[in-house]
């Protein structure tokens, strides 16, 4: 552990004898998280984390998404590859309650049915999402972005005061070291470069240490170093946590699926392919439309 970032634990010990959360507020947390409980538990015995079946979205018309089935496994890492306006970013929208589809079933492991959910019932329930644009307190210090990724709940969120448990503590900790920014603890956040903030958000969302984690193109901008750093962070989740990555750069769609994974191609709102990298390169219909030859 670095001096900076022993200074930021001690400081938080600090502030959690010093401070006893507002119970109105841990209050609203727990009866929102007691609906999603009564929705019932996710269950994952059967391999599966997401089951999306069907799935239709239309916008005025236009079939964004069409008919489109997919099945992500319990701890896999999948990269969905596309060309622009394949549909990628609106299955992620879907998928966290963001838009609600026309037709068709979307199930979080075997019982959870996604489309009865609200957005904020779907993070609660183990789905994280990462956005293009890294999302990040700029005016907060590195620990306090993470800090305040503890607790999902915005009224929460808006007190930097809420309790803090050792077991917390320490899990900022493990997180700060994963992505890289155990020396950079105490530092402005909005100082970051345009990679380390993306890791910092990646960071905040592993706070809540969710089942499946959406990453939609989470190295656009960043330097290949920074490229080459991402993936093994993301290799290092594997197994942990369901990964979707929906990315551009196949050399990092390379480095991450290992010459064995599998990747699917969406085109016009469905799946085209499905394979390995090489496969799906090697297919006519893909080259023709992804690779525009
Ligand atoms: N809110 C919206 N209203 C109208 N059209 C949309 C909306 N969101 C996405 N689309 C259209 O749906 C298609 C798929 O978009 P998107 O999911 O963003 O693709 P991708 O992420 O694969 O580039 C595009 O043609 C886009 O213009
Ligand atoms: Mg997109």
Redesign the pocket.
Known sequence: MTPDLMESLAELRHKHDQLAPTSNKSGDREASYGRVMRLGQPDFTHGVALYLDDITVS??G?K?LNSLSLAINVGELRCII?P????????MDVITGKTRPDAGRASFGSTIDLLRLRENEIAQIGIGRKFQKPTVYEELSVFENLELALSADRRVRASLFHRLSGQQLDRIGEIITLIHLKDDAQRTAGLLSHGQKQWLEIGMLLMQDPKLLLLDEPVAGMTDEETERTAELFLSLEGKHSLVV?EHDMKFVDQLTEGRKTVTV?HE?SVLAEGKLSEVQANEKVVEVYLGR
């Open positions: 916008f005025d236009f964004a596309g622009n306006g394949a549909g990628k970013t609106t299955m929906v969406l709102g």
